[in-house]
């Protein structure tokens, strides 16, 4: 027999094997880590950066571009920005990473890296 035993302090004992089911579906249900999310996952994660960092990271005014840096730089900075002491001048980033899993920012970084740093050259239209 298992015993588990909840927050409210209730305690519930189970058989092994209905102990073991139940272990296998937390376990199913935790969220995927960064290597297994799919790019469908990353570009929503993404989504918020866009804000203030532009399309693909690519800023169009002011604020620094992220595509094309390097990941271990990126994550450095998302860390840093997600500690207790993040670095002077932050404005907004110490409360959006706090947001994310570990997981998540390592993710971010790698998603970010791959993008180049310059947009694509806009096709040239034919002209008959």
Avoid: W
């Amino acid at each position: 027999m298992s015993k588990f035993r909840f927050q409210s302090g209730v305690s519930l004992a189970l058989g092994s094997s209905v102990a073991a089911i139940l272990g296998l579906g937390v376990t199913l249900i935790t969220a995927p880590s960064a290597a297994a999310q799919s790019a469908a996952d990353i570009a929503v994660l993404a989504g918020p950066c866009a804000n203030c960092h532009g399309p693909d990271g690519r800023s169009p005014g002011q604020i620094v571009s992220i595509a094309g840096r390097p990941e271990a730089v990126l994550l450095a900075q998302l860390k840093a920005f997600k500690s207790d002491s993040p670095p002077p001048g932050t404005t907004v980033m110490n409360r959006l990473a706090k947001g994310y899993t570990d997981e998540q920012l390592s993710a971010l970084a790698s998603h970010f890296s791959k993008i180049s740093a310059t947009a694509p050259a806009p096709a040239k239209k034919r002209t008959k």
